[in-house]
């Protein structure tokens, strides 16, 4: 069976860890969201200077695409996703799209943005990010789980309540 996901969260959450590794383990094609960002997009969050909703349209809309097109064994994309209104453009184009929200506590997440050398989205920007970011809702398909432990243990906690989902 064909699945549309996308891991979601703030910077540092571990969205192209987790999707990665569960992409590898679902047979599934992997997209860090991330090399889908226009240029201009990625300068302007290289200075620290968040996006604004226009900045990101274009990108949620080609996020959704790629979802849209998924081949059979599925896509996982890594997109941060933090409102409910970026979650519906991607839905859009991909309305079957599971979202898995992964959570962290602030220590954790810039523990994990201080030790990531090399990444365009400076740690300094996960404040507006927290502040962005808005929880999936009940009638949104999709879960919340904590990214403790390791990227198998979250990765194994994913599988296992994408399974239950399934079979209910």
Sequence with gaps: MSQSIVVMGVSGAGKSSVGQALATQMSARFIDGDILHPEANVKKM????PLTDEDRWP????????????????????CSALRRSYRDAIRTAAPATTFILLQADRPALQDRLDQRPGHFMPASLLTSQLETLEELQDDESGLMIESTG???????RIRKLLERAVSV
Aim: hydrophobic share 40%; aromatic share 4%; proline share 3%.
């Design 46 to 49: 290289a200075s620290g200077v």
């Design 59 to 78: 990108w949620l809309h080609l996020v959704g695409t790629r979802l849209s097109s998924s081949p059979d064994n599925g896509t996982i994309v890594a």
């Design 150 to 156: 390791g990227i198998d243990t979250t990765v194994e």
